[in-house]
């Protein structure tokens, strides 16, 4: 049973660009958030999505986009890139419903220079 | 507002003593409590979890918690600390307010066991 899995692991972007981060959710899981982990930082919540549907933002600005697709995949947008955004972008999956915990993928570490 | 405190950036113990990570909340209503550990490089790996019932808590690799409801703590505890349990560890209670089931985060404890 494959756990979380994130794509791709690494990844350096200038000033500007725009980003997109892919996250699959554990087998049976229907819920996506996406957490921004700031080194020597606990993760910070960006948002989540459930139903293709994002359902609540964390304190971040629009920059921060994303997307659930009907295979409960999803995708985090960054665009007009700051050297602030560099972080580990962690993804986790929950089955909707459960109050229990999520399972986090093993991250996508961004670099922005 | 929700929210946890790590007060210790970091704790040291010698391998085979006891080990405690401490964390205290703040939540209204019930708290669903959790501890999560990562390694250099790596994601965040689920420990334990309190959601109701017995106080002491047991999870993966030998981790214990204890909830206190008077002292509003969740401490993460292990009775033999092993080298290979050097990490960083995150205590986080869900956002029951936002109903739906955000984390909120520590800024995380270094525990370093010494051989």
């Known amino acids: 049973d494959a756990g979380v899995t994130q794509s791709p692991t690494h990844l350096i972007k200038t000033r500007g660009q725009q980003v997109t981060l892919r996250c699959s959710p554990k087998?049976?899981?229907?819920?996506v958030s996406w957490y921004q982990q700031a080194l020597g930082q606990g993760p910070q919540f960006i948002f989540q999505?459930?139903?293709?549907?994002?359902?609540q933002r964390g304190n971040f600005p629009d920059r921060f986009s994303g997307h659930q697709f009907p295979n409960y995949s999803s995708e985090l947008n960054v665009n007009a890139l700051l050297l602030g955004d560099s972080a580990l972008y962690l993804c986790?999956?929950?089955?909707?419903?459960?109050?229990?915990?999520?399972?986090f993928g093993p991250g996508t570490r961004l670099t922005v220079t | 507002a929700q929210s946890v405190a790590q007060p210790e950036d970091q704790v040291n113990v010698a391998e085979g003593n006891p080990l405690t990570v401490k964390c205290t909340y703040s939540?209204?209503?019930?708290?669903?409590l959790f501890w999560y550990v990562q390694y250099p490089n790596r994601g965040l790996q689920f420990l334990l979890k309190?959601?109701?019932?017995?106080?002491l808590v047991k999870g993966s690799y030998g981790f214990e918690a204890e909830f206190n409801k008077s002292q509003t703590s969740f401490h993460l505890k292990k009775p033999s600390a092993l080298v290979s349990d050097s990490a960083l560890y995150f205590c986080?209670?869900?956002?029951?307010?936002?109903?739906?089931?955000?984390?909120?985060f520590g800024t995380g404890t270094r525990l370093k066991v010494l051989a």
């Open positions: 939540v209204s209503g019930n708290p669903y």
């Open positions: 999505y459930y139903e293709e549907e994002e359902r």
């Open positions: 986080a209670v869900r956002d029951h307010s936002s109903g739906t089931y955000k984390y909120i």
């Open positions: 986790a999956s929950r089955k909707g419903g459960s109050p229990y915990e999520q399972y």
């Open positions: 087998s049976g899981h229907d819920t």
């Open positions: 309190y959601i109701t019932g017995d106080n």
